[in-house]
């Protein structure tokens, strides 16, 4: 004896019969996706193919009122198809004979745009490291090397390259191509040149990967060597949208010694890993603060997290950048330390992590 309203349902859907096929409509699935509440409300599908008489419909509504603890009857009514010759006697497809769904769309192949030369993604865990003044002293210590270099602020929602470089203004458009602004040797682009200082970036995804998209294109950057891109922290749109439009040739993971921050970048680094984008290796900044008077070193956020990073990831520790006052200052006035005070340990460090980069950038994708 049926128990349960569910099962007081099939029982009265399978007395009633379809006139064309002679079956019950509940064992042919005609009558599918049943679903009841504890109040008593009932919803299912009915599906009606050609042939079928349309007061079916009306008997489904009526056997399924009748069972008792029954309150309420939603019926959605479905026209299908029958596959092959339709016949008398045969039944409605089962399950595993509907059809199957659309596929889902592939993800958009990258483009490879070979004026840019090798695109590098400076990337990190969380904010607040020096990622983006780790991203303006490479690029500006990989000019002062001699190669032509881009720097792409893709930061959409801090956008402070402008300011980091020391330039302002919009960038000028000839020819529908934005002409990138130039510091230091190296072209920019940014979209801190393009809204109003305070104006603040409230945008989904889509529209990140829009500007992402204009900035490689629609930029007149000329012949690069290097095209440096400043990633906004984490694992985000941004992130996703520039290995979907371009290929990456590497990327560079800046953390500082706290665990913290080491656990958010071993995130970053294996996002870029699962997308196939070479994980060149890790930048530890904020090492440690040199007392400007005796030069002796302190390890104000820990010490020996980039290492361990780096060790856990199989990858290079590119180098370890000390806590250095001017570093910061240079970033308020748009001088990057590698040509503010290139004799400064920092400076140091920074062009010698540049020339690893370089080294490795070119073997990358060889």
Known sequence: MATTLQERLAESLSRLRNARTGADVFSTQQVRDIATTTTGRVRLTLLLAEGDDPELAKEVRDAVTRVEGVTDVELDVKAVTLPGRQGAGRALPVVDQAPAAPPRPAAPTPKHFPNLGRVLAISSGKGGVGKSTVAVNLAVALARAGARVGLMDADIYGPNIPRMMGVSGAPPVVREKIVPLEAHGVKLISLGMLIEPDQPAIWRGPIVMKIINQFLQDVAWGQLDYLLVDMPPGTGDAQLSLVQATQVDGAVIVTTPQEVSVGDALRGAKMFQRVGVPVLGIVENMSWFECPHCGKPSALFGSGGGE???????????????????????????????????????ARALSAIAERVASLAGSARA
């Open 308 to 346: 361990r990073l780096a060790k856990a990831l199989d990858l290079p520790l590119l180098g370890q950048v000390p806590l250095y006052p001017r570093v910061m200052e240079g970033g308020d006035a748009g001088a990057p330390i590698v040509t503010a005070d290139a004799a400064s340990s920092a």
